[in-house]
């Protein structure tokens, strides 16, 4: 073991300096679906845009086809990355926000969660708004029992 890993460790142990370890991924507490709603918005505009952008014709000149492909390409990375930043904001909200309580307030929470983040796998898999927009509305739901839970929690 080198010094840079030995003094730290000593000084610790003479300051009787403990780890912490926080029960979450934001453990000041601080939660709000905003991103995932934002992430949401981004996979269905990125939809649109692919389901509108228009096909170079058989006789378009071989760069017009490459950047056609080009576009395609970081329409659909974009998508993939915002549906994977949305399942992963919802996660955090279902798995380190709502707690047992929150089951009582709303029965299918479990379930709302389930389905949403399953919707945000469908999206990064295919082009398809009506999924799309059914993810924005998930997440809207789920935005809304946020804000009913954080009323009760004035109450």
Sequence with gaps: MSWRQTV????DRLLRIEPLYAHCDVPCGLYDPHHAGLAAKTVHTMNKKLTDLPVPGAGAP??????????????????EAHAQLCKQELLI?????????????????????????????????HVDLAKSQELM???????????????????
């Design 137 to 155: 509305d998930a997440v809207a739901n789920i935005s809304e029992l946020f804000q009913r839970a954080e009323a009760a929690k004035k109450k």
């Design 62 to 79: 071989p760069q017009e086809a490459l950047e056609h492909r080009n576009t395609i390409v970081r329409m659909v990375q974009t998508k």
């Design 93 to 125: 909200l279902w798995t380190d926000y709502f707690k047992p309580e929150h089951l009582a307030m709303f029965p299918d929470l479990q379930e709302t969660f389930w389905k949403a983040a399953k919707l945000c796998s469908y999206n990064k898999q």
């Design 8 to 11: 730290p460790r000593a000084l």
